[in-house]
């Protein structure tokens, strides 16, 4: 081949503003549809009111195209940022308060030669010296580390960490002395119980006298249902919105009814889910309507992501949280999905208890230009150590504990993975022991 056929067949890069990003929306869903990693977070359902309402003017789409013409890569960057407070300004993966994943929109056949035309444009046409992409799959990650190194671009990785998710499993077969049961006395005949693979049978006996104490405090009738499928999907957006605004986070202000702009970002984006058939809003209900929780979750390829929940608080101390966290997991073999991804913070003890696998994710640092692009790249994981320890140690001086984690599974922001500023999948907090030890 010669080397202008070779050049011919390169990728092709763009760095595009992200307002006018209506013209891609065809290319869009595709991509999104057949991504490597489902990331509803990066799809046209909901990147567009976030950049419309969450501060996303500044934002371009860094996109990458086959030689074919068809869109291959598709990743929002913000320029000029201080990843952590580090001295020198980085482009980023735009991400905000309500997005659990920076992983890239990424078609299964880009490879290295893809990754190598993004940095590149990046290098040529962005503003910092430096890239850092967070909340990364690890392996689309070693692409990109692979695609800096033919560059000689250096890399580093500057966080890693854990997710509870739940896989399907492949061979179907039943969980091993565990019968068919789980905690809200609904037969089941799947061949896989998900629940019962995870929690002992004295666990599960103790959650089905929860589940009937509830009942007797909400006077009975007490039921699961899917709002979005009833064709209820405002109305159960309203609850949400009610539900958490009336509980911990509207008391510390982070409800998303207390902000018009987060407001008007989550109605618009689950409209949207919704009218695609991607929102599920599963609610417990009592016997006269009333919601006692609420768990909204994205369904995107073969992943359900619990992004969002909320519950009555007066109700806390029959967990109504946990039970309906639970009902979702029993539910997953329904969806056909291959995989629940609880968006929630590592460590966290009931996401880690309920779902047994991991999602690896990280944040790399890539180098862009040399100089001072080199330079922050490498000095970055030392900086930010040292960043840390100084956290700490103020902390410790000031008695000051590090932020409460058990209250629900909270999913890691972009800016920061390793300091949560949202939650995401758990506005229900359990807010008693009951709820934080399944």
């Avoid at 091993?176 to 006395?185: K, L």
């Avoid at 064709?231 to 958490?244: H, S």
């Avoid at 018009?260 to 009218?275: I, P, S, Y």
Wanted: contains cysteine; aromatic residues 4%.
């Amino acid at each position: 081949m010669s080397p202008s056929a070779s050049h011919a067949a390169r990728p092709a890069g763009q760095l595009v503003d992200a307002a006018p990003a209506g013209g891609l929306v065809a290319d869009w869903h595709d991509l999104a549809a057949r991504a490597r990693h489902a990331n509803p977070f990066h799809g046209p359902d909901m990147l567009p009111p976030a950049l419309r309402h969450l501060g996303g003017d500044d934002v371009r789409l860094l996109t990458v195209r086959d030689d074919a013409g068809r869109l291959a890569l598709l990743l929002p960057v913000a320029g000029r940022r201080r990843h952590r407070r580090l001295p020198v300004r980085a482009t980023t993966t735009w991400q905000h308060t309500q997005h659990f994943l920076g992983t890239p929109l990424v078609a299964p056949e880009l490879g290295v030669d893809g990754w190598r035309t993004a940095l590149e444009r990046l290098a040529r046409d962005g503003e910092d010296p430096w890239l850092v992409l967070t909340s990364l799959d690890a392996d689309v990650a070693r692409d990109v580390e692979s695609a800096a190194a033919r560059t000689g671009r250096s890399t580093r990785r500057l966080d890693s960490l854990q997710r509870a998710v739940t896989r399907r499993d492949p061979t179907g077969a039943p969980s091993p002395g565990h019968p068919v049961d789980h905690p809200v006395d609904h037969p089941v005949d799947h061949p896989v119980d998900y629940v019962a693979r995870q929690l002992p049978g004295k666990r599960r006996k103790e959650l089905r006298r929860v589940w009937r104490r509830l009942d007797e405090s909400v006077g009975g009738g007490l039921q699961v249902v899917d709002l979005a499928e009833a064709g209820r999907a405002d109305e159960a957006v309203e609850t949400f919105l009610r539900l958490e605004a009336a509980g911990w986070k509207g008391a510390d202000g982070g409800a998303i009814a207390h902000h018009a702009d987060q407001r008007a970002f989550f109605v618009e984006a689950c409209r949207a889910l919704h009218a695609r058939g991607a929102l599920s809003v599963l609610a417990l209900l009592a016997g006269d309507g009333s919601a006692v929780a609420v768990l909204v979750d994205v369904r995107e390829g073969d992943t359900v992501f619990t992004w969002k929940t909320a519950y009555d608080e007066q109700h806390a101390a029959h967990s109504p949280g946990l039970l309906l966290y639970i009902e979702q997991l029993r539910r997953f073999p329904d969806t056909g999905a291959a995989l629940v991804d609880t968006c929630a913070d590592p460590g966290h003890p009931m996401a880690d208890r309920l779902h047994p696998d991991r999602r690896e994710l990280v944040t790399l640092a890539v180098a862009l230009r040399p100089g001072a692009g080199e330079w922050a790249v490498r000095t970055a994981p030392r900086l930010l150590e040292t960043v840390d320890g100084v956290r700490h140690r103020w902390r410790a001086r000031h008695d000051r504990p590090a932020p409460d984690r058990t209250r629900a599974p909270t999913a890691t922001t972009s800016a920061a993975p390793r300091t949560v500023t949202s939650t995401a999948s758990t506005a229900t907090a359990p807010t008693t022991p009951e709820e934080a030890r399944p």
